[in-house]
């Protein structure tokens, strides 16, 4: 796992403290256990093959496993322990990450916990394959084999430069998005699954998208810059709204919204640490929902882990 996270065999040998001769025999016993070459050495580096990238997802599993074990045995005589991996959203940072981090290490000052930002998407990957204990993500219709608790409801907005024609609009319909070219994340990432769901709904088609961009901060520097509207959460632009650099509008007739729910494996539902991580969650979203200044957020009941 170090060799391809580091992508070296001379970097991980440096970081596990053994010589790189025989990190490099250990491989080779490994891929003569496999049947299978693992890595793949290139002029960049270390990489993995088909076979050692379905190990390495295996062998976080693994790991994550024997952690959950251990503390699982720590919280029976000293309190809920151990390392817990959290993925949260991007469009939920500015509101969560910080008061969140810090309610968790008031309450478990021995649950280790580590915060994790991405995409709604990539998390949902991390969580599946085990690199993630818990996350948030949105029902993009790709929740299946996960157990999830609905945690909030999150209405989108167009986004657009100061001077775009709907700067001065409160509300725009859907059907007015037509004709608009856009920047958005590419398909399966943030909220362009629920962007094209609308519009299909709509009877609008694909959306006419002039720039894919996978990156939070440069989708509002372009949509700032006039390369185009984008649609995204509240948020993800209430700094921006406030300094004047971009404008928010309701979309109406019907609104966009989309569900962030909380994921796990099913196994982690056993596992106390995660268990307390999630109460501290919902106590922080139900406080970070309450501003008025928050729009488009609607807090949802907590009910029982369901599976996806």
Request: proline content about 6%; some cysteine.
């Given at each position: 796992?170090?060799?391809?996270d580091l992508g070296s065999f001379s970097r991980a040998a440096g970081e596990l403290h053994?010589?790189?001769?025989?990190?490099?025999?250990?491989?080779?016993?490994?891929?003569?256990?496999?049947?299978?070459?693992?890595?793949?050495?290139?002029?960049?580096?270390?990489?993995?093959?088909?076979?050692?990238?379905?190990?390495?997802?295996?062998?976080?599993?693994?790991?994550?496993?024997?952690?959950?074990?251990?503390?699982?045995?720590?919280?029976?005589?000293?309190?809920?322990?151990?390392?817990?991996?959290?993925?949260?959203?991007?469009?939920?940072?500015?509101?969560?990450?910080?008061?969140?981090?810090?309610?968790?290490?008031?309450?478990?000052?021995?649950?280790?916990?580590?915060?994790?930002?991405?995409?709604?998407?990539?998390?949902?990957?991390?969580?599946?394959?085990?690199?993630?204990?818990?996350?948030?993500?949105?029902?993009?219709?790709?929740?299946?084999?996960?157990?999830?608790?609905?945690?909030?409801?999150?209405?989108?907005?167009?986004?657009?430069?100061?001077?775009?024609?709907?700067?001065?609009?409160?509300?725009?319909?859907?059907?007015?998005?037509?004709?608009?070219?856009?920047?958005?994340?590419?398909?399966?990432?943030?909220?362009?699954?629920?962007?094209?769901?609308?519009?299909?709904?709509?009877?609008?088609?694909?959306?006419?998208?002039?720039?894919?961009?996978?990156?939070?901060?440069?989708?509002?520097?372009?949509?700032?810059?006039?390369?185009?509207?984008?649609?995204l959460a509240w948020m993800s632009v209430e700094a921006e709204v406030q300094r004047g650099?971009?404008?928010a509008v309701e979309i109406t007739r019907p609104a966009i919204t989309r569900v962030a729910?909380?994921?796990?494996?099913?196994?982690?539902?056993?596992?106390?640490?995660?268990?307390?991580?999630?109460?501290?969650?919902?106590?922080?979203?139900?406080?970070?929902?309450?501003?008025?200044?928050?729009?488009?957020?609607?807090?949802?009941?907590?009910?029982?882990?369901?599976?996806?």
């Amino acid at each position: 796992m170090r060799i391809v996270d580091l992508g070296s065999f001379s970097r991980a040998a440096g970081e596990l403290h053994i010589a790189q001769s025989a990190l490099s025999q250990h491989v080779a016993s490994l891929e003569a256990e496999m049947k299978a070459v693992l890595l793949h050495r290139t002029t960049r580096g270390v990489q993995a093959t088909e076979a050692g990238q379905s190990l390495y997802q295996h062998a976080q599993l693994i790991l994550q496993h024997a952690a959950d074990a251990k503390a699982a045995v720590e919280a029976v005589s000293v309190g809920p322990a151990g390392h817990v991996a959290f993925g949260l959203p991007l469009s939920l940072v500015p509101c969560l990450g910080l008061p969140f981090f810090n309610a968790v290490r008031a309450s478990y000052p021995a649950i280790q916990l580590q915060v994790l930002e991405e995409l709604s998407g990539t998390i949902l990957e991390w969580v599946k394959n085990g690199r993630l204990t818990l996350g948030i993500a949105f029902d993009d219709g790709n929740l299946e084999g996960l157990h999830t608790v609905p945690l909030l409801e999150e209405r989108l907005f167009l986004i657009v430069a100061r001077d775009s024609p709907f700067a001065r609009r409160k509300v725009v319909p859907v059907q007015e998005l037509a004709g608009l070219g856009f920047v958005l994340p590419s398909k399966g990432q943030g909220v362009r699954t629920r962007v094209d769901r609308a519009f299909e709904e709509a009877g609008l088609g694909p959306a006419n998208v002039v720039a894919t961009i996978d990156s939070l901060t440069i989708l509002k520097q372009a949509a700032a810059a006039g390369v185009g509207p984008t649609i995204l959460a509240w948020m993800s632009v209430e700094a921006e709204v406030q300094r004047g650099e971009l404008v928010a509008v309701e979309i109406t007739r019907p609104a966009i919204t989309r569900v962030a729910h909380i994921c796990m494996l099913s196994p982690t539902l056993r596992l106390r640490a995660p268990q307390c991580v999630m109460e501290e969650l919902l106590r922080c979203v139900q406080q970070a929902t309450r501003p008025v200044m928050r729009r488009g957020l609607r807090f949802l009941p907590a009910a029982p882990p369901s599976p996806g």
